[in-house]
């Protein structure tokens, strides 16, 4: 029971953690079509950053988790402007934009590991100490981002739907000329939805630099990840993100408690390819 | 006073010319019909006209502004409105979520409470249908919320095309109808097959043909059914 327990409380960090980290994925995708492939180097970028600000600098963990995603932001600017930008409305820009996000990816990984270095590099946690539920210990870190996650995909939720801005993006993601003609300026929203999808991926990278040690290629294991819950969920609303988000994440820690470490990512694919069989438009999708 | 001067207007897709110079004034507290056969250009002047085409050659004055070759934001903030052909709109959003987003200028954000408050009393359908997801409507109230869109934009002219394309007779009806209420307070410019639409609506009508003006009927020579019949399959009238 109480094995059951701590299994369900992993389940669901790692879920929060895919949940924030394939909101961002799933932001840009629905609103430009395009698949960033730099976002886990982003989440890496900003555990890096931070761990300058705060570890380097001395200024501490708040301030280094506001550089962190300043950082990512105004990386994601500068990615969808030189690298999505001039390959707008090109028949294979969903191709292009695949290469291209890929060679950011590239960029970013050998630039982090030129600046700095190979050796691992660890955040400290946002709040010390453990939590016990009933016997189920986790870290006040981890809960810390069970909590986090669904105020910060509610905040986003709130935003997309109720916001006028907010739901520019989504109508520039639904009909471009449509919202075009509506006085919404399409490409300025292109580059918020690339900056907003790019702060979502630093701030995840924080969190996670506070779990798992700060590598170059911190970001490529959780991407892949993400990829299996933006899929799995059915590429496009939100709520179908945190569910395959809840899905995963639970299907992998009880895998491991029954599989093992191994065969569980490929028990993970096995299912992923399962669900895009019988649901070609992903679980939650709509055909 | 002219509120939109197209001067010598040319241009169309990459190497296909489709527009070869055309030049059409409105004058203000006038509204002005578009017709001709499919394919001929009306389309693509319209979308010159609200930016989404950069014309290769002439002059577009909107309100005595120049506004050639700028963004549809800029066009739409200046108060010239295009509605679409067929337009899909956003399927994932309700029609109320559309309405209100649709005011997104600042222009256009005030006084949007009571401009809503008159699409629905223009379209009571749509008020009806507030909460439903715009995938899920059919063709004429589609129509409507495109057409509402447009009028939630604060538009200082309204530009149509093919408002009643694919419509019943019932629900053309209905629309001609919303169309003239709406020409009291807004010049329209509409593209449209229906003639009778645009005789009813529209106080001057041109003729569209190979991407050129060919003539223009006015209240002193109004053609008859024959003579619009032959316009449409290219006979000499």
Same mark, same amino acid.
């Given at each position: 029971?109480?094995?059951?327990?701590?299994?369900?409380?992993?389940?669901?960090?790692?879920?929060?953690?895919?949940?924030?980290?394939?909101?961002?994925?799933?932001?840009?995708?629905?609103?430009?079509?395009?698949?960033? @492939?730099?976002?886990?180097?982003?989440?890496?970028?900003?555990?890096?950053?931070?761990?300058?600000?705060? %570890?380097?600098?001395?200024?501490?963990?708040?301030?280094?988790?506001?550089?962190?995603?300043?950082?990512?932001?105004?990386?994601?600017?500068?990615?969808?402007?030189?690298?999505?930008?001039? @390959?707008?409305?090109?028949?294979?820009?969903?191709?292009?934009?695949?290469?291209?996000?890929?060679?950011?990816?590239?960029?970013?990984?050998?630039?982090?590991? =030129?600046?700095?270095?190979?050796?691992?590099?660890?955040?400290?946690?946002?709040?010390?100490?453990?939590?016990?539920?009933?016997?189920?210990?986790?870290?006040?870190?981890?809960?810390? =981002?069970?909590?986090?996650?669904?105020?910060?995909?509610?905040?986003?939720?709130?935003?997309?739907?109720?916001?006028?801005?907010?739901?520019?993006?989504?109508?520039?993601?639904?009909?471009?000329?449509?919202?075009?003609?509506?006085?919404?300026?399409?490409?300025?929203?292109?580059?918020?939805?690339?900056?907003?999808?790019?702060?979502?991926?630093?701030?995840?990278?924080?969190?996670?630099?506070? =779990?798992?040690?700060?590598?170059?290629?911190?970001?490529?294991?959780?991407?892949?990840?993400?990829?299996?819950?933006?899929?799995?969920?059915?590429?496009?609303?939100?709520?179908?993100?945190?569910?395959?988000?809840?899905?995963?994440?639970?299907? %992998?820690?009880?895998? +491991?408690?029954?599989?093992?470490?191994?065969?569980?990512? @490929?028990?993970? @694919?096995?299912?992923?390819?399962? +669900?895009?069989?019988?649901?070609?438009?992903?679980?939650?999708?709509?055909? | 006073?002219?509120?939109?001067?197209? !001067?010598?207007?040319?241009?169309?897709?990459?190497?296909?010319?489709?527009?070869?110079?055309?030049?059409?004034?409105?004058? /203000?507290?006038?509204?002005?019909? &578009?017709?001709?056969?499919?394919?001929?250009?009306?389309?693509?002047?319209?979308? #010159? /006209?609200?930016?989404?085409?950069?014309?290769?050659?002439?002059?577009?004055?909107?309100?005595?502004? *120049?506004?050639?070759?700028?963004?549809?934001?800029?066009?739409?903030?200046?108060?010239?409105?295009?509605?679409?052909?067929?337009?899909?709109?956003?399927?994932?959003?309700?029609?109320?979520?559309?309405?209100?987003?649709?005011?997104?200028?600042?222009?256009?954000?005030?006084?949007?409470?009571?401009?809503? !408050?008159?699409?629905?009393?223009?379209?009571?359908?749509?008020?009806?249908?507030?909460?439903?997801? /715009?995938?899920? &409507?059919?063709?004429?109230?589609?129509?409507?919320?495109?057409?509402?869109?447009?009028?939630?934009?604060?538009?200082?002219?309204?530009?149509? *095309?093919?408002?009643?394309?694919?419509?019943?007779?019932?629900?053309?009806?209905?629309? /001609?109808?919303?169309?003239?209420?709406?020409?009291?307070?807004?010049?329209? #410019?509409?593209?449209?097959?229906?003639?009778?639409?645009?005789?009813?609506?529209? $106080?001057?009508?041109?003729?569209?043909?190979?991407?050129?003006?060919?003539? !223009?009927?006015?209240?002193?020579?109004?053609? $008859?059914?024959?003579?619009?019949?032959?316009?449409?399959?290219?006979?000499?009238?």
């Amino acid at each position: 029971m109480e094995t059951l327990l701590a299994t369900f409380v992993s389940g669901l960090v790692l879920a929060a953690l895919y949940a924030l980290m394939a909101s961002g994925l799933s932001l840009i995708w629905t609103t430009i079509g395009v698949f960033n @492939f730099a976002h886990g180097a982003l989440m890496m970028v900003g555990a890096f950053v931070a761990w300058t600000v705060s %570890e380097v600098g001395g200024f501490g963990l708040w301030p280094g988790l506001i550089a962190g995603v300043a950082t990512t932001t105004v990386l994601g600017v500068i990615i969808e402007y030189l690298l999505i930008r001039p @390959f707008y409305g090109q028949r294979n820009m969903v191709l292009i934009t695949v290469m291209t996000t890929l060679a950011a990816m590239i960029i970013l990984e050998k630039s982090a590991q =030129i600046i700095w270095g190979a050796r691992l590099k660890q955040l400290p946690r946002m709040i010390e100490g453990d939590i016990s539920i009933s016997g189920a210990v986790i870290s006040a870190h981890e809960a810390l =981002i069970v909590v986090l996650a669904p105020l910060i995909l509610i905040a986003l939720w709130q935003f997309t739907n109720r916001t006028p801005v907010g739901r520019s993006l989504r109508a520039v993601g639904q009909n471009q000329e449509a919202a075009a003609l509506l006085g919404i300026n399409v490409p300025l929203t292109f580059a918020l939805a690339f900056g907003l999808g790019a702060a979502l991926a630093g701030l995840t990278g924080v969190l996670l630099g506070g =779990i798992r040690f700060i590598t170059p290629s911190l970001g490529s294991e959780p991407l892949i990840k993400a990829m299996i819950v933006v899929i799995f969920g059915g590429l496009g609303s939100l709520g179908a993100t945190v569910g395959a988000a809840l899905v995963i994440g639970m299907a %992998e820690a009880f895998l +491991v408690l029954t599989l093992g470490l191994y065969w569980t990512p @490929f028990a993970i @694919f096995l299912g992923l390819i399962a +669900v895009l069989v019988l649901r070609p438009n992903g679980l939650f999708g709509r055909s | 006073m002219s509120i939109l001067r197209i !001067e010598g207007i040319g241009g169309g897709y990459g190497s296909v010319t489709v527009l070869r110079d055309i030049t059409l004034t409105l004058e /203000t507290g006038e509204n002005l019909g &578009l017709f001709g056969p499919n394919g001929h250009g009306k389309t693509t002047l319209l979308r #010159m /006209t609200s930016g989404l085409m950069r014309p290769s050659s002439g002059t577009i004055q909107f309100d005595g502004r *120049d506004i050639t070759g700028a963004s549809p934001s800029k066009i739409v903030t200046s108060g010239l409105v295009h509605t679409q052909q067929g337009n899909t709109l956003f399927g994932d959003m309700g029609v109320a979520e559309t309405l209100e987003m649709a005011a997104f200028t600042k222009r256009a954000r005030a006084g949007a409470t009571a401009r809503l !408050e008159k699409v629905y009393a223009l379209f009571p359908r749509l008020a009806e249908r507030r909460k439903q997801k /715009t995938r899920t &409507l059919s063709g004429g109230e589609r129509q409507m919320l495109s057409i509402g869109s447009a009028l939630m934009c604060a538009p200082r002219l309204l530009v149509l *095309d093919e408002p009643t394309l694919g419509l019943s007779p019932r629900l053309k009806e209905e629309l /001609t109808e919303a169309l003239i209420e709406i020409s009291n307070s807004v010049p329209l #410019m509409v593209v449209e097959q229906d003639v009778e639409l645009l005789l009813a609506v529209t $106080d001057r009508q041109v003729l569209v043909e190979h991407g050129e003006i060919v003539r !223009e009927i006015t209240a002193t020579n109004t053609p $008859d059914h024959a003579e619009i019949v032959a316009m449409y399959f290219g006979a000499q009238a």
